[in-house]
Structures are given as structure tokens and as C-alpha cells.
């Protein structure tokens, strides 16, 4: 089990940059896959980007591709999000969470286990 604790999150103009720490726990962290969502009120979480165990891989929803971009330091325990460009619409609560299945896709919510609590993200235009 991992236990993930979001932070780095603000208010910043239009344009501006972020980056999101996902501090997680758990001697075995660097074996799991990891994913950033985000919520907005009265909408589903959605898929932002996942990296791989090995951090070979990395995934993006096509709305941040080009944009943001996910890493992680296993000798940290954290994986980050780095936002530039951001657009008010990036305005959002972000979440950091553990693969913990792979029957499905990895933009699935479904797909992912050990929520942190989250870290707003206010995009001022």
C-alpha cells in the first residue's frame, strides 16, 4: 500500500507555471505505476498523466499533451507535475493516486488506489 500526500498546488496568472509533489510512502513505491487526476465541482475525476514503473513510459490526456509533464525519484518517493502554459480551465483539484489494476486503461479512474487528498490548482485569467 501506498499512502500519497499531494502538494505545490496555488493560484497563478494565466501562462503561468506549477509543479505538483506527490510524496508517497511505502518501501515498494517504486514498483507501482502512478497517476495524476483532477476534479472540478459536479464532475468526474479526470485523467491528467501516468508514468510507468520504471518511468519509461509516460501517458497524457490530450488537453495537457505538450504542456505538462510527469517524472518521478524513486529515491525520493515522489512523482511530479510539472504545469506550464496553464489555461484557466486547468483550474481543478489534483489528485495523485497508485495503479493498482490493469484490466482496464490507464486514463480509468477505476484503475487506481491509494488517493492522496489533493492540491487545488486556481488558474487566474
Known amino acids: 500500500q501506498v499512502h500519497a500526500v499531494e502538494s505545490g498546488g496555488g493560484l497563478v496568472q494565466a501562462g503561468g507555471s506549477l509543479r505538483l509533489s506527490c510524496a508517497a510512502s511505502?518501501?515498494?513505491?517504486?514498483?507501482?505505476?502512478m497517476g495524476w487526476f483532477r476534479q472540478t465541482p459536479g464532475k468526474e475525476r479526470e485523467f491528467v498523466a501516468s508514468?510507468?514503473?520504471?518511468?519509461?513510459?509516460?501517458y497524457y490526456s490530450d488537453s495537457v499533451k505538450g504542456r505538462f509533464t510527469i517524472s518521478r525519484d524513486d529515491a525520493e518517493n515522489t512523482v511530479y507535475l510539472l504545469m506550464n502554459s496553464l489555461k484557466p480551465e486547468d483550474t481543478a483539484v489534483y489528485y495523485c493516486?497508485?495503479?493498482?489494476?490493469?484490466?482496464?486503461?490507464?486514463?480509468?479512474?477505476?484503475?487506481?488506489?491509494?488517493w492522496g487528498q489533493g492540491t487545488q490548482v486556481t488558474v487566474s485569467s
Open positions: 508514468i510507468s514503473w520504471g518511468g519509461d513510459s509516460t
Open positions: 493516486a497508485r495503479r493498482v489494476s490493469f484490466s482496464g486503461s490507464y486514463r480509468w479512474e477505476s484503475e487506481y488506489g491509494d
Open positions: 511505502g518501501r515498494t513505491f517504486r514498483r507501482y505505476a
